[in-house]
């Protein structure tokens, strides 16, 4: 059973930045795709990025890429969402996600199988 715990959200000006921060804890957790989702208020839930289990291959929502940075630190069963150049359409509650084991690559909301409980992220004047 795997563990996730986001922390980093916040209140942010439009243009500023967050880190967000995943701490992954269980039975080898660093041996599985992990990701990003989101949720706005009266929104569906969805993909914002994800990272293969290695760490070497990463995908983006249209949304969000060349704007958020996904990494993840296996020594430590870290996962982090660098997010700058925020924007108010960025504002929701974001969701550590785990993927498939061994997976090369995560593109999809459906690959997704494990989720922490989130961390709010507003972005407003």
């Known amino acids: 059973q795997v563990q996730l715990v986001e922390s980093g959200g916040g209140l942010v000006q439009p243009g500023g930045s967050l880190r967000l921060s995943c701490a992954a804890s269980?039975?080898?957790?660093?041996?599985?795709?992990m990701g990003w989702v989101r949720q706005a208020p009266g929104k569906d839930r969805e993909f914002v990025a994800g990272?293969?289990?290695?760490?070497?291959?990463?995908t983006y929502a249209d949304s969000v890429k060349g704007r958020f940075t996904i990494s993840r630190d296996n020594a430590k069963n870290m996962v982090y969402l660098q997010m700058n150049s925020l924007k108010p359409e960025d504002t929701a509650a974001y969701y550590c996600a785990r993927g498939p084991e061994y997976s090369t690559i995560v593109t999809g909301l459906s690959e997704f199988n494990s989720w922490g409980q989130g961390t709010q992220v507003t972005v407003s004047s």
């Open positions: 990272i293969s289990w290695i760490g070497g291959r990463t």
């Open positions: 269980g039975r080898a957790a660093s041996s599985y795709a």
